[in-house]
């Protein structure tokens, strides 16, 4: 019998080669970083709402369900594996904050985030940690859905690298400690 899953780390986006550059797409981004770093290389399962690698203890998600029904696919997850919201950590895209800056946090509401909202509604509580990952600052909001569905800008792009792998690394803090240790060393 395969060992208990302990932790699972969830990147948000959307499937499809239109969106696989986008900023929506952040949280797929970062969990290829994770993936792309891991020095062994991971078992590669599908359930029917995500593409799933697990590595002994460890799971890391790509919902296939779309962003706005993310919920679908996090509550599949936990009751597969029996875990439990504390568990899981929600990586996402947030234009709250600048690109390039990384803010993780133990529970919350949505924040405008579909996503995360639908997250929040199917499994029925906020007590759920996440890494947000900013793509911008002070956008009105009617900009919105065209700046997150659009790929980067040549400025974002020369950043994303060391962006990608910092949110790797919070992903690898959190999956081998816990939240409060993603918050007291990413968080500036």
């Not at 697990?54 to 790509?62: F, Y």
């Not at 439990?84 to 690109?99: H, R, V």
């Not at 997250?119 to 940690?129: A, K, R, Y």
């Amino acid at each position: 019998m395969p060992p208990r899953i302990r932790k699972v780390a969830v990147g948000l986006g959307n499937p499809g080669s239109q969106y696989q550059l986008t900023r929506h797409n952040l949280g797929f981004l970062a969990v290829d970083r994770y993936l792309e770093r891991s020095r062994r290389k991971p078992e590669r399962l599908e359930c029917n709402t995500a593409i799933l690698y697990r590595k002994g203890e460890i799971l890391l998600a790509k919902p296939t369900t779309y962003m706005n029904r993310s919920g679908v696919a996090v509550s599949q997850i936990m009751e597969i594996f029996s875990v439990n919201p504390q568990e899981c950590l929600i990586i996402y895209d947030d234009y709250a904050l600048p690109f390039g800056a990384l803010r993780a946090r133990p529970r919350g509401g949505p924040g405008g985030h579909h996503g995360m909202e639908s997250i929040i509604t199917v499994l029925g509580t906020e007590e759920i940690p996440r890494l947000r990952l900013g793509i911008a600052a002070g956008l009105p909001l009617e900009d919105l859905t065209d700046h997150v569905l659009s790929e980067f800008t040549r400025e974002e792009e020369r950043v994303l690298d060391e962006f990608l792998t910092r949110a790797a690394e919070a992903i690898d803090c959190f999956l081998r400690r816990d939240i409060q240790a993603v918050m007291n060393q990413f968080n500036a």
